[in-house]
Every structure is written in structure tokens, then in C-alpha cells.
């Protein structure tokens, strides 16, 4: 198994949401990473994936359903005041 922290700081807790959807990007390239972890390779199939709509529709989904479990361990920031 890789030595790669697949949850930085070991927490999915976040102050907002913001913070919580760019941990949830983190962690969808994070799980590419240890997929893949030949940068080179992953540096070709970046052309592959680039030009692909459902590739790219695919990326956005496993970010939604990253973000959705932060959400949750967050309580869907109940808490914080929310701007509107």
C-alpha cells in the first residue's frame, strides 16, 4: 500500500463549505493518484480524458460524491451561519 495520506490531516471536518468542496477535489485526485501513481502516465491520459465529455462529467460526480460524504461529516454545517 502506498504511503500517500488519502485524507489530508486525517479529517473530513472543514469550517465551511466552501473549504469542504476543495477538500472534496483534493480527494478525488488524491484516489487518481494512488490509481495511478506513474505521473507520466497520468500526464498522457490527461489528453485522453480532456477532450471527453462523460470523462469529464464522470471527474465532476466523483467530486459530488466526495463532497456529499464531507458534507456529512460536517453536519452540513448546521452550525455556521450561512450567507445569503
Not at 19 to 37: F, H, S
Not at 55 to 60: D, K, R
Amino acid at each position: 500500500m502506498s504511503d500517500l495520506q488519502l485524507v489530508p490531516g486525517n479529517s473530513l471536518l472543514t469550517a465551511t463549505p466552501e473549504e469542504g468542496r476543495q477538500l472534496a477535489v483534493k480527494l478525488a485526485r488524491l484516489i487518481i493518484k494512488l490509481t495511478q501513481p506513474d505521473d507520466e502516465k497520468r500526464r498522457q491520459q490527461r489528453a485522453i480524458y480532456a477532450d471527453n465529455p462523460m470523462m469529464l462529467i464522470s471527474i465532476g460526480q466523483t467530486v459530488a460524491a466526495e463532497f456529499a460524504t464531507i458534507a456529512a461529516a460536517n453536519n452540513y454545517w448546521r452550525d455556521q451561519p450561512q450567507a445569503h
